[in-house]
């Protein structure tokens, strides 16, 4: 249960200031498996030259024109500045992970006591800032979940700058309820286990802190923890999350021929159960396809704990897994299936009413969590709507880097790569689907 009083969010909003509400407060504000990722990274390939590069897949919304350049530089200047305390870092080295005690080595943790995000590239191209971070794979990996606030929340000051006092208590008081009423929705479901996800695409820290709160105090043991680090360790919850698209996407980039490209998700793998003695075992199947990573996968890969559903549609997606767990002689009801893409509270309910009982079931909810102030307004403000907002590796060791997803909506890379990789990869079960933030 989190204890620790909750900040009055319209007061700060109205006295803002930059010394108070800087957007990042520390390196740990950030998702615990960027951590975990960058503790393999750090193991396995280092020094790989890359490129991460900011992607507003919602391409009507200008950023430049809603956001002032001089605010974005400052904060994510200010973000460079920071580097890990020792309180943090007693923290990392003491805290139990998945049951686990030290998941980070001490060589690792020495390391990290002397790192700083490096230098950015900021251009505006088009009414879009185009943002890129260049260098080693390790120094370069932390900067995707604190450019992704930094552009969220500045969206959202600017949507709020000017509006007065009484105005920002109601529509805060409008998103507490309209939050609290999806909680009470969720706190039905007798088996239910959820985790905030909702950093990447919060409408503040703020805010953010304030709906771990509400899903900690109305949802108890159903609510399972927060992907944030630092707000795991600032509330006393556990930090939940493994791996994502950036570890096969970089392993693929490295194959030197078609045979090396089809075998690099595994390969990503292998890495991971190294770094983790064989603890962490959740798969992360469509970077290039859920049923073609299905139908190539080892016949250890299914000795694996669960797998995460991210862009296929969560039903199909998960009668899939369960179909592919009972032919190679799994009891799925021992699996653990974890969603986690666009879930709104209706989607939640009918996946949990498909899949609980047949598998162990977790959900990790994020922007209509941590962002979703529709309605909440008493005039319309369109630059409170979250928008589908992401930082991607585009280029590794020279080349240009490509995920196809289970969604085209979803693929990233030149498109002459992404056709490449479909002719490789096969496009079985892939579809277009709406965008969800």
Excluded at 47 to 71: G, Y
Excluded at 126 to 132: E, V
Excluded at 270 to 276: A, D, E, L, Q, V
Aim: aromatic share 10%; net charge negative; with cysteine.
């Amino acid at each position: 249960m989190v204890q620790n009083p909750m900040p009055d969010i319209a007061t700060r909003v109205y006295n803002h200031n930059f010394k108070s509400d800087p957007i990042v407060r520390s390196l740990l504000d950030t998702d615990v498996y960027k951590l975990l990722m960058l503790q393999t990274i750090w193991k396995e390939r280092p020094n790989v030259p890359v490129t991460f590069s900011l992607i507003n897949r919602t391409k009507s919304v200008k950023l430049a024109e809603e956001i002032d350049e001089q605010e974005l530089r400052a904060q994510l200047d200010h973000a460079r500045s920071i580097k890990i305390s020792k309180k943090e870092l007693i923290w990392l080295t003491g805290n139990t992970f998945y049951g686990r005690e030290r998941l980070f080595t001490k060589e690792f943790l020495e390391w990290l006591k002397h790192y700083q995000l490096p230098e950015y590239e900021l251009t505006v191209e088009n009414g879009q800032y185009k943002i890129d971070f260049k260098g080693d794979w390790a120094d370069v990996t932390l900067w995707e979940i604190p450019v992704l606030s930094i552009i969220s929340e500045l969206r959202s000051r600017a949507a709020l700058h000017g509006v007065g006092r009484f105005e920002l208590d109601v529509l805060y008081a409008r998103a507490k309820a309209k939050l609290w009423e999806k909680v009470l929705k969720l706190e039905k479901l007798p088996d239910l286990k959820i985790a905030d996800f909702g950093t990447r695409r919060r409408h503040s820290f703020l805010w953010q802190r304030w709906c771990i709160a509400a899903m900690s105090e109305g949802l108890a043991e159903k609510f399972i923890g927060t992907s944030n680090v630092l707000m795991a360790m600032d509330l006393d919850l556990d930090a939940i999350g493994t791996n994502a698209h950036e570890l096969p996407m970089v392993e693929a980039a490295l194959a030197e021929n078609d045979e090396e490209l089809l075998r690099s998700p595994y390969r990503v793998l292998k890495h991971w159960s190294r770094t983790y003695d064989g603890n962490l075992l959740i798969v992360l199947p469509d970077t290039y396809g859920t049923t073609a990573f299905l139908q190539k996968a080892p016949d250890w890969v299914a000795d694996w704990s669960g797998f995460r559903i991210d862009s296929k549609e969560p039903i199909a997606g998960g009668e899939e897994l369960i179909s592919w767990w009972e032919e190679r002689g799994q009891d799925p009801k021992t699996k653990l299936l974890i969603f986690s893409d666009g879930l709104t509270v209706d989607k939640i309910e009918q996946v949990y009413e498909r899949f609980n009982g047949r598998v162990r079931l977790s959900f990790g909810w994020g922007t209509h969590l941590t962002n979703d102030f529709s309605d909440c307004a008493t005039v319309e403000n369109k630059q409170l709507k979250a928008i589908s907002l992401v930082c991607k590796v585009t280029h590794a060791n020279g080349k240009p880097t490509v995920k196809l997803s289970d969604n085209f909506d979803k693929a990233t890379g030149p498109d002459d790569e992404i056709e490449r990789y479909r002719s490789i990869f096969g496009l079985d079960n892939m579809e277009r689907q709406d965008v969800i933030v």
